[in-house]
């Protein structure tokens, strides 16, 4: 029986039901919730009962798996997942995940192990309705342009600067990684267009600090619209996958010092390609640590 999908808003998010993922993948499960992250660019499955080896076992149905991030060290007794952990880091900045390498991950998992009694809500929107939303004018600069994404402007950095947060910064940023992107990146499966900038992306390429700030901030603003965002409210036991690709995403920091922890499994992505067919470039440091590259078929 194929799952259910129920779409959660107009333009992005959709409940997945009648899928045991504790179960041996059925092929057409899982060309099923492929199709449902293609269309609804993120998908949640409510009561999944997975430890951090199911976790990568499902993510492991979208493909091959990331090992936990560049530079930050895996969750203890595991390679893949990485603790987004209140205690740590607060992600309370726009980003796409580590789009600091040449080839990003393509989806990415979250899975809920604690949640607050309130607030902490984690927000997706829609790069592609974003791109849509563009005037023509605006459209047409944006497929011209390349940005720089680097890891040493820090997302996570909290504000109170305790010494296991200034700790997560350091190792964060020990590395240094530069990416050179098409700000309009064409989905691989989809052939959608879609603004692919986000928190690490610092300056556009032939453009002044000063003029790349400006312009992203207009192409962000389109990005944040209201309408295209998914505001999502963890319960226990939620695995929530969005596609990395099209998506930008937000940890809302609204809970006070209540803990919060969610567990990130990621899957290996392809070199983004831009509107005019030229492919993202390494500018600093190796990651194939980290990811192999996805070879999308043509």
Do not use: C
Not at 120 to 127: C, K, Y
Not at 230 to 236: D, G, V
Not at 269 to 295: I, K, M, N, T, W
């Amino acid at each position: 029986m194929p799952p259910s999908i129920r779409k959660l808003t107009g333009r992005i998010g959709a409940v997945v039901e009648g899928v045991d993922l504790t179960a041996p993948p059925d092929p057409l499960t899982v060309t099923a919730l492929h199709d449902a992250l293609n269309k609804h660019k993120a998908i949640v499955f409510d009561d999944v009962n997975l430890d951090n080896a199911g976790q990568e076992r499902v993510a492991g149905w979208f493909g091959e798996l990331t090992t936990a991030h560049p530079n930050v060290p895996a969750a203890e007794g595991t390679t893949n997942v990485l603790a987004v952990d209140s205690e740590t880091s607060k992600a309370n900045e726009w980003h796409t995940d580590v789009s600091f390498v040449v080839n990003p991950p393509q989806a990415t998992t979250l899975r809920s192990v604690v949640t607050t009694p309130y607030g902490g809500e984690t927000l997706i929107a829609n790069a592609a309705a974003a791109y849509r939303d563009l005037p023509e004018p605006l459209r047409a600069l944006a497929d011209s342009l390349r940005v720089v994404h680097t890891n040493r402007y820090d997302y996570a950095r909290p504000s109170a600067a305790t010494a296991q947060r200034q700790e997560y910064d350091r190792i964060f940023v020990s590395t240094p990684y530069e990416a050179e992107h098409p700000v309009v990146r064409v989905h691989p499966l989809t052939g959608e267009r879609g603004l692919f900038i986000g928190g690490f992306a610092r300056r556009l390429v032939g453009l002044s600090s000063s003029e790349s700030a400006e312009l992203l901030r207009v192409f962000q603003s389109y990005v944040t619209r209201p309408e295209n965002i998914l505001r999502w409210t963890w319960s226990p036991n939620q695995l929530l996958i969005f596609d990395n690709r099209i998506t930008q995403h937000y940890g809302v920091d609204n809970y006070d010092d209540h803990p919060r922890r969610l567990n990130r499994v990621t899957i290996a992505g392809d070199v983004p390609v831009g509107v005019d067919g030229r492919h993202s470039e390494q500018l600093v440091g190796d990651a194939s640590h980290y990811s192999s590259v996805l070879e999308v078929a043509a």
